[in-house]
């Protein structure tokens, strides 16, 4: 494993080692100078790279252990979001909610905040109960305190290799997935907040023309068939699956059309089986409060016609508030606004700082592990428990085992 999901990052060490167990990789973390853990390598940037040793857990543990009286799971660190869904919908369990991608390592995705959509519904670590670690030093320690669980649960991979989580999980339910087309402007700019609450999870899809925004992806909880309208604040039901890029096969999207399916077949946009988004891509993503949306978008808007040449699609979600330190979220209900951009790295980085100050006066938090300018970004200002994280990653990293170049470039060292 040489280079990232996305094809634009060469890590920077071939030394990728696969624990088969607790042991051997606590054994790895004490013979490392640095070491970090590799997920389902989706991250845009370096985050999780490392100079000296990687750890995949491609071959780790598989299994997962369902705490039926603490209604939680507990999860190896390796396995997705997807794969886990299928094994906890089997035994009549649910999570709260699911990314876009169910492609993706459930451990990975918590330890950048990486989340699903809804207003009502927090990022993925919201749900994390526990966390078990490997310290530097390979001693194990279970982080379930209330004190030390909101740093653990978004930590960047910056204070120990996090080898389980358990999960808050819920009994079972279904979704129903429904598209609407071609939502006026003017239509979204006088009721954004009430289509964006309109339903468990709504997303809009966009590629920031003059007229219209083109689809709106609604997933509702459901116990019965439901019944849909023709048309949503102008928009027009979608007469047949849609991909969110435009000309992409629709085929690995996840069912529409109002279909009713198990959670897990419809908060994702995509099939586990299947191509994920575009392939080929790069990724940024900007989160604000959520009152902040509406003017965040017009500054957006105003740049339009900067932005649209490079996107892919551009989507706009959701997120509820929560209290985990280094969490996109933390003490706001946010918008986030997405731009899966065209492989055109050069183009994308000369961009990226407009649309930062153009999002400047609304205090955006960047995904972490997403492309975006680090210099644009106070994270002591925007993140109010930083210099605690620090603090709290000297105290257990006193050498700087588990940093690399970026978390020093962003304030971590």
């Not at 492309?371 to 990293?397: G, M, W």
Request: hydrophobic residues 40%.
């Amino acid at each position: 494993m040489e280079r990232n999901w996305a094809g634009n990052i060469t890590f920077s060490t071939k030394r990728v080692l696969v624990p088969q167990d607790l042991e051997q990789l606590r054994h790895e973390v004490v013979r490392a100078n640095h070491i970090k853990a590799l997920g389902s390598v989706h991250s845009f940037n370096r985050i999780n790279d490392s100079s000296d040793t990687l750890i995949s857990f491609l071959g780790f543990y598989r299994e997962l252990s369902i705490d039926h009286e603490a209604q939680t799971v507990c999860i190896p660190a390796g396995i997705t979001s997807g794969a886990i869904a299928l094994k906890l919908n089997q035994e009549g369990f649910a999570l709260a909610n699911m990314g876009s991608l169910p492609h993706i390592s459930l451990v990975g995705a918590t330890a950048t905040a990486t989340h699903g959509s809804g207003v009502g519904n927090q990022n993925l670590s919201g749900r994390i109960r526990k966390v078990e670690i490997v310290k530097a030093n390979g001693e194990l320690e279970v982080i379930d305190s209330s004190e030390k669980l909101p740093a653990f649960a978004v930590s960047l991979g910056a204070l120990g290799i996090i080898h389980h989580l358990h999960v808050a999980i819920e009994p079972t339910y279904d979704i129903a997935q429904i598209v609407y087309l071609d939502l006026p402007l003017e239509s979204l700019r006088e009721n954004m907040l009430e289509i964006l609450s309109s339903a468990f999870s709504v997303s809009l899809f966009t590629m920031w023309g003059d007229d219209v925004v083109d689809q709106i992806w609604i997933k509702s909880r459901v116990t019965s068939a439901p019944h849909f309208e023709d048309y949503f604040f102008g928009a027009h039901r979608a007469p047949e699956q849609v991909h969110p890029i435009r000309g992409v096969d629709p085929q690995g999207t996840t069912g529409q059309l109002g279909s009713v399916g198990p959670w897990y077949s419809r908060l994702p946009h995509f099939l586990l089986d299947s191509m994920p988004s575009a392939g080929g891509e790069l990724q940024s993503e900007y989160f604000v409060a959520l009152e902040d949306g509406p003017a965040a978008f017009e500054a957006l808007y105003e740049i339009r016609d900067q932005i649209a040449p490079l996107l892919l699609v551009s989507e706009i979600r959701t997120v509820a508030a929560d209290d985990n330190w280094l969490s996109t979220a933390y003490g706001r209900t946010s918008m986030a606004f997405h731009f899966t951009w065209k492989p055109k790295e050069v183009e994308v980085n000369h961009l990226l700082p407009l649309i930062e100050n153009a999002l400047a006066p609304f205090a955006p938090r960047p995904h972490w592990g997403k492309v975006f300018t680090a210099e644009n970004f106070d994270f002591q200002k925007i993140y109010p428990h930083f210099n605690d994280f620090v603090q709290l990653r000297r105290s257990y990293d006193p050498q700087g085992k588990f940093l690399n170049d970026l978390l020093k470039t962003w304030g971590l060292e």
